[in-house]
């Protein structure tokens, strides 16, 4: 595990007419506060990466679909330590990823995928390091 990631089991509520998923309260471990809640779609097989935040610190959670989540740490300097996770409806928890730390992630569920991320600042795209995909070593497949 990469220091200061977190997995948290969610609980997920089945009643008459469908499902409550629970995602984040202000009581959670890893909550930082509110900024903004935004959903992103993925495809089946396409990959969003390398993405990290400066200041943001990010809450996953994925009500819809199947996501693989790839972490790298290299921060303090060292060659990275990499921490991957899916998450969907099975493996239903939230994924709470600290400033610094490089995210992509991958969709693999044919129908498509939500993630949805509850950030606790609103986004700044100054904030924001971006590299491309083959920029850190890692092999999707």
């Known amino acids: 595990m990469i220091k200061d990631v977190l997995v948290s089991p969610l609980d997920v509520i ?11 309260k202000k009581t959670s471990e890893g909550y930082k506060g509110f900024g903004e809640a935004y959903f992103s779609n993925i495809e089946y097989e396409a990959i ?5 935040h400066r200041i943001m610190t990010l809450n996953l959670v994925v009500p819809y679909g199947e996501v693989q989540f790839v972490l790298f740490d290299n921060r303090n300097n060292t060659n990275g330590k990499i921490q991957k996770i899916k998450i969907s409806q099975k493996n239903y928890c939230r994924l709470t990823v600290p400033p610094l730390i490089w995210m992509g992630f991958k ?30 070593n890692y092999k999707w497949s």
């Open 14 to 24: 089945d009643t008459p007419g469908g499902s409550v998923m629970h995602a984040i």
């Open 48 to 52: 969003k990466a390398w993405k990290r």
């Open 107 to 136: 969709g693999l569920d044919k129908s498509g995928s939500i993630v949805m991320n509850i950030g606790n600042i609103q986004h700044d795209p100054l904030e924001v390091d971006k590299l491309n995909l083959n920029e850190i």
